[in-house]
Antibody
Framework: EVQLLESGGGLVQPGGSLRLSCAAS????????MSWVRQAPGKGLEWVSA????????YYADSVKGRFIISRDNSKNTLYLQMSSLRAEDTAVYYC?????????????WGRGTLVTVSS | DIQMTQFPSTLSASVGDRVTITCRAS??????LAWYQQKPGRVPKLLMY???SLESGVPSRFSGSGSGTEFTLTISSLQPDDSATYYC?????????FGGGTKVEIK
């Protein structure tokens, strides 16, 4: 079955760190760019970061640049998001999303999301 | 960064009505625009890509048009199941950006 499954969310204090994972199955993981997209409670979708299929290029929203690091392990079919210096405004459901080509594209597959809550 | 402005932010229409949502890009994105539907508590679902291509399995009452900076998503005959929030997204260049969303309510 083609699916994405996020994990690693939870409650973290401001200034803390967290690593999210996204396990992919049912498709050739290394052939597609992957992104993280978040949605704060009651708000719209916000793209966070992307990584090309090979992992050679990464991209970040200004709001997370310098604090978040996206990576992937194609041997494990897994996408990661290392989040540090977390702020209250990072509180959101984090979705991983599969793009349609190795460099990017629209998102044709989404995970169910993992909730990150930044609070003291 | 390319800004995506979506309007209206909310709309209320009756079953059977024709509904149009507009998305405007701050610079040309050719046809690199997608539309997503999200119902409360659910994952976003791809509806349209490349501005006017219908994703497999999406009802034909949905259609998209436009290129450059102005795009529209049209529901030809609104159904109760279409109650949701709709987002446009440009993937012409990084950073990828989404519109603010349009909440469609059924009268």
């Amino acid at each position: 079955e083609v699916q994405l499954l996020e994990s690693g969310g939870g409650l973290v204090q401001p200034g803390g760190s967290l690593r999210l994972s996204c396990a992919a199955s049912g498709f050739t993981f290394s052939s597609y760019a992957m992104s993280w997209v978040r949605q704060a409670p009651g708000k719209g979708l916000e793209w966070v970061s992307a990584i090309t299929g090979s992992g050679g290029n990464t991209y970040y929203a200004d709001s997370v640049k310098g604090r978040f690091i996206i990576s992937r392990d194609n041997s494990k079919n897994t996408l990661y998001l290392q989040m540090s210096s977390l702020r209250a405004e990072d509180t959101a459901v984090y979705y991983c999303a599969k793009a349609t080509v190795t460099t990017g594209g629209h998102f044709d597959l989404w995970g169910r999301g993992t909730l990150v809550t930044v609070s003291s | 960064d390319i800004q995506m402005t979506q309007f209206p932010s909310t709309l209320s229409a009756s079953v059977g009505d024709r509904v149009t949502i507009t998305c405007r890009a701050s610079q040309s994105i050719s046809s690199w625009l997608a539309w997503y539907q999200q119902k409360p508590g659910r994952v976003p679902k791809l509806l349209m890509y490349r501005a006017s291509s219908l994703e497999s399995g999406v009802p034909s009452r949905f259609s998209g048009s436009g290129s450059g900076t102005e795009f529209t998503l049209t529901i030809s005959s609104l159904q109760p199941d279409d109650s949701a929030t709709y987002y446009c997204q440009q993937h012409y260049s990084y950073p990828v950006t989404f519109g603010g969303g349009t909440k469609v309510e059924i009268k």
